[in-house]
Structure formats: C-alpha cells, structure tokens
C-alpha cells in the first residue's frame, strides 16, 4: 500500500468515478484502475462497486475510505511542518586532533567570527562560550 494509492481512491470517490478521477488527476484511467486493483488485491478487500454509471462504496470500503483519509491527512500535516523547514537550531561540530595549534587555530577564527557579527545567537543565552584545553 502506497500514500498514491490512497490518494487516488480518495480522489476515485470524491468524484464518484475512475474516469473523471483519471481526468482531475491526469493519470490514466487503467493506471488508475490498475492502482485501485493492487491496492484492493493486497488489503483483501473489495473497496468499491463497480457500475455502468460510477463507483460505489462497499462497507469495507466505507471504513477503510475513512483511514485512507486520515492517513493522508496526517502526511500532509507532516509536510507542511516538516519538509523544507530551515532547522531551528543551527549545530557546528568539529572534530580534531589534541594538538595545540589546531584548537587554537579554531578558537582565534570563533573569536573573529564574533567580533565581526556580533548579533549572532549563540548557546541558550547569546553567548558562546569557548573552552580551552
């Protein structure tokens, strides 16, 4: 079961057939079918009647439309918080040898960074604070 299939069954009912789904989808009709038909074949379920004039839901149908709907709902919430969102919290690791030119290398071009832009935030309290070793 994919997130693509549900959207289609979704979309299957809402329109209340697969031709006028395939059409708002610009999708095929029997890639369309043939979805609906994998999904229906894995779930063990008829999930739509098929009629000359449009679908109807079954009552296994009905109850899982109403998953489907939630499952895609939920995705589209973690999407709209999630997915191209600039971290919070901006993270700097460094990893290096103990030798003393290195850390103090490192600890010079913080200092100057710091004098530079001194309104960058940094830590808990908008301080950064540099351990020497």
Same mark, same amino acid.
């Given at each position: 079961?994919?997130?693509?299939?549900?959207?289609?069954? $979704?979309? $299957?009912?809402?329109?209340?057939?697969?031709?006028?789904?395939?059409?708002?989808?610009?999708?095929? &009709?029997?890639?369309? #079918?043939?979805?609906?038909?994998?999904? =229906?074949?894995?779930?063990?379920?008829?999930?739509?009647? *098929?009629?000359?004039?449009?679908? #109807? /839901?079954?009552?296994?149908?009905?109850?899982?439309?109403?998953?489907? %709907?939630?499952?895609? =709902? &939920? /995705?589209?919430?973690?999407? &709209?918080?999630?997915?191209?969102?600039?971290? #919070? %919290?901006?993270?700097?690791?460094?990893?290096?040898?103990?030798?003393?030119?290195? $850390?103090?290398?490192?600890?010079?071009?913080?200092?100057?960074? !710091? *004098?530079?832009? !001194?309104?960058?935030?940094?830590?808990?309290?908008? *301080?950064?604070?540099?351990? %020497? !070793?």
């Amino acid at each position: 079961m994919t997130l693509q299939q549900l959207k289609y069954l $979704i979309e $299957i009912v809402n329109c209340g057939s697969i031709n006028k789904a395939a059409e708002r989808l610009y999708t095929a &009709q029997p890639s369309l #079918s043939n979805a609906l038909h994998d999904l =229906e074949s894995e779930m063990g379920l008829d999930l739509i009647a *098929r009629t000359p004039k449009g679908i #109807s /839901m079954t009552v296994d149908g009905s109850e899982f439309l109403g998953c489907a %709907r939630q499952v895609v =709902e &939920q /995705m589209g919430l973690l999407e &709209q918080r999630w997915l191209n969102k600039k971290p #919070s %919290r901006k993270v700097l690791s460094v990893s290096m040898q103990h030798y003393a030119f290195a $850390i103090n290398t490192f600890v010079n071009m913080v200092k100057k960074q !710091m *004098r530079t832009n !001194m309104n960058t935030p940094c830590g808990k309290h908008g *301080r950064l604070k540099l351990l %020497r !070793m």
